[in-house]
C-alpha cells in the first residue's frame, strides 16, 4: 500500500511538472517578450529548474528579473549570479534603491517597514522599461512532496529560514531537523504558515493579496 501511494504521488507531481512545462513553452510561443520573474527563493529557482527541462539544451527564450531591494541576505545575491554563471542565462536586474533616488518609490519607516512592497513601483517600471508582455511567477504547491521527489541536499542548522526574502524582514524558526524526512514531518504539524517568519506579512491577515493585487509578483 506504502509503494503505491509513492507511485501516486509521484506521478502526480510528474503530471504537474508536465503542465509546468507546457505553460512554459507556450508561453514563449504566444507572447513576443516574457519574462522570467526571479528572486533567489525556491519558487523562483524551481521555475529555473523546470526552464531547462523546458528548454534544453536550447538558451531559455526569456531573461530572469531580479527586482534587487538591496535588503538581500548576501549569500541570495551570491547565488543567484553563480547560477546564472552557470546555466549561461540572462539576468535583468533593477534595484528599489534606483525608484527612491528619483522618487518614485518612497522608502517605508516605523514599525514593521520593508522595501517589499515597494518592489512593485521598480517592477513595473522595468516592465515598461523592457516592455514585457508576459512575466512568469511561482507559486507554492505540492511542496513537501516535490523536496522529496527531487532529493534535495539539506544541511542540519540550529534554525531554518522556510522563506528567504530581505535580511530586514526574514527571521529564522527554531528546527532540529536534519533531513529531508524529518523537514517534511516538521512542515506537516508546524503552526507556522510557510511566510509565518516574514515580518512584513504581519501588517495585516491580507498583507500577500494587497501586494499582489498591487502588481507584486
Do not use: W
Not at 66 to 90: A, C, L, Q, S, W
Not at 129 to 144: P, T, V
Not at 151 to 177: I, L
Amino acid at each position: 500500500m506504502r509503494l503505491r501511494a509513492f507511485q501516486l504521488m509521484i506521478d502526480h507531481l510528474r503530471q504537474l511538472e508536465a503542465e509546468a512545462i507546457y505553460i512554459l513553452r507556450e508561453t514563449a510561443a504566444q507572447f513576443e517578450r516574457p519574462a522570467l520573474l526571479f528572486s533567489g527563493g525556491k519558487d523562483s529557482i524551481t521555475l529555473v529548474h523546470l526552464s531547462l527541462k523546458a528548454f534544453r539544451p536550447g538558451k531559455f527564450p526569456y531573461p530572469l528579473v531580479h527586482i534587487d531591494t538591496g535588503h538581500n541576505f548576501p549569500e541570495t545575491i551570491t547565488y543567484r549570479d553563480d547560477m546564472v554563471k552557470e546555466i549561461d542565462e540572462t539576468l535583468v536586474a533593477r534595484y528599489v534603491q534606483d525608484s527612491i533616488n528619483k522618487g518614485t518609490a518612497v522608502e517605508e519607516k516605523g514599525r514593521f517597514a520593508s522595501r517589499n512592497t515597494l518592489q512593485t513601483v521598480t517592477l513595473l517600471e522595468t516592465i515598461e522599461e523592457f516592455r514585457f508582455d508576459a512575466c512568469i511567477g511561482g507559486a507554492r504547491r505540492d511542496e513537501a512532496d516535490f523536496i522529496k521527489l527531487e532529493d534535495e541536499k539539506v544541511a542540519a542548522r540550529p534554525v531554518r529560514f522556510r522563506t528567504v526574502g530581505d535580511m530586514t524582514c526574514t527571521a529564522a524558526v527554531e528546527s532540529d531537523a536534519a533531513s529531508v524526512a524529518e523537514i517534511i514531518s516538521e512542515i506537516k504539524v508546524s503552526n507556522t504558515t510557510e511566510r509565518g517568519s516574514r515580518l512584513d506579512d504581519r501588517r495585516s491577515e491580507s498583507a500577500m493579496e494587497d501586494r499582489k493585487r498591487s502588481g507584486y509578483f
